[in-house]
């Protein structure tokens, strides 16, 4: 199992990236692909997830309405749009896998990416 995440950059506030997470080594429809972020001093939190089988979703409070994770079954990828970016969402990205739904916590992810860093300037 793999997974590559990418898409990270530097934007403004009010900004869009798109994160990719890339899975290799396995079928990841039956998995439950999740999105995580580190901020600076902080623990991970988990800010989004799609199980791609029964398509159900989680998204954090904090990020309902500007964050949007998607599936391109044909690349085996897993994507997470980013609008009307705040600085509060600076962090380094992670992408993780689990073969239980979106309702665990970090701890029921046994497979992660390395990082990518999102800056959003005030």
């Known amino acids: 199992v793999q997974l590559q995440a990418s898409g990270g950059g530097f934007v403004q506030t009010g900004g869009s990236l798109r994160l990719s997470c890339a899975a290799s080594?396995?079928?990841?429809?039956?998995?439950?692909i999740g999105w995580f972020r580190q901020a600076p001093g902080k623990e991970h939190e988990r800010v989004s997830c799609?199980?791609?089988?029964?398509?159900?979703?989680f998204y954090k409070n904090s990020v309902k309405g500007r964050y949007t994770i998607t599936a391109d079954n044909a690349k085996n990828t897993v994507f997470l749009q980013m609008n009307s970016l705040k600085p509060e969402d600076t962090a380094v990205f992670y992408c993780a896998a689990t073969r239980y739904g979106c309702d665990g916590g970090i701890e029921m992810y046994p497979y992660w990416g390395q990082g990518t860093q999102v800056t959003v300037s005030s």
């Open positions: 799609l199980r791609d089988a029964d398509g159900s979703t």
């Open positions: 080594g396995f079928d990841f429809r039956n998995y439950a």
